[in-house]
């Protein structure tokens, strides 16, 4: 039986499967969006943490979309009302690597959905618990946050997801490592065929602009989760992840160049790591756990 659109807790357990295969083309567009040289993967390599974001793509039909871009409201994602969601973050233990050439299984549940009333209005916090199992089993363990939230906001907001965040976000520390990161049309455009991400505010500059009320195009949360990832590779290139989580604090957009950052702990397991928009206050916070 259906749940209740009207009871979004009834919404809470629900599960979804999914299967899909890891292929050498999609490692190497995977490594060369990224900007990498590494060499064409070959059956059984691993393939590199969150690359699983570009696997079990949401393969809803064209008539099925929504103006946004996305799939409309209802199937596994309750039928939350308020019309603009945006990935708040996420929190990953990694198993073991997903390997090239073999076939990996999803199962998602429904955590939590919680409503809330930000300075903004309303707000609707859905967490999706991700089990990704291959040849060798539990490979890669995700709690993923999603919000909800009406629009367009007013300029001076400070809730996930605001068109324009408030002048007030923390401002980016000193770094030992730092990236600077020019985002254009091009790297937003792969990104999104990478995840099958139909997403508009990625892409098409006059709806981002003139529909959502943003200066620009919005650089996907994921996105700057991976190139966060992408910083600990390049700079420990044979060290393996156990664990990373981040959190999206304000939006960046493809206005100005942005930072990626990292801070490695004394311990020599931990990294503290954060996106800094060009303005210097810090966008996403992150920290990775090494084995």
């Known amino acids: 039986m259906e749940p209740s659109s009207n009871d979004l807790s009834s919404w809470i357990g629900r599960r979804s499967e999914s299967v899909d295969r890891v292929t050498a083309s999609r490692v190497a567009a995977w490594n060369a969006t990224l900007d990498r040289d590494d060499p064409f993967p070959a059956d059984g390599d691993a393939a590199p943490p969150l690359f699983h974001f570009a696997l079990f793509p949401p393969l809803a039909r064209q008539s099925a979309l929504g103006p946004d871009g996305h799939a409309r409201r209802g199937g596994f994602l309750p039928p939350v009302a308020l019309p603009r969601r945006m990935w708040a973050g996420g929190r990953f233990r990694f198993r073991a690597p997903l390997r090239v050439g073999e076939r990996v299984e999803l199962v998602s549940v429904i955590e939590r959905i919680e409503e809330k009333r930000g300075r903004s209005g309303p707000l609707v916090f859905v967490t999706v618990r991700h089990a990704i199992s291959g040849a060798g089993g ?7 946050d999603l919000v909800y939230r009406d629009a367009p906001l007013p300029r001076d907001s400070t809730e996930p997801g605001a068109p324009m965040a408030a002048a007030a976000a923390p401002s980016a520390p000193s770094a030992r490592w730092r990236r600077q990161i020019a985002p254009d049309d091009v790297l937003l455009f792969r990104y999104s065929a990478l995840m099958f991400n ?14 959502e009320g943003y200066p620009g195009l919005v650089v996907h949360g994921p996105l700057l989760a991976t190139l966060l990832v992408d910083l600990v590779r390049r700079q420990l290139p044979e060290a393996a992840l156990e664990s990373f989580r981040f959190t999206a604090l304000r939006p960046v957009f493809d206005v100005a160049p942005f930072a990626i950052c990292g801070e490695p702990a004394p311990d020599g397991r931990r990294v503290r790591l954060w996106a800094a928009d060009a303005a210097g206050a810090i966008a996403m916070e992150a920290e990775a756990v090494l084995v």
């Open 138 to 144: 539990l490979s890669l363990e995700e709690e993923q």
């Open 198 to 211: 139909g997403h508009r505010i990625h892409y098409d500059r006059r709806y981002a602009t003139e529909v």
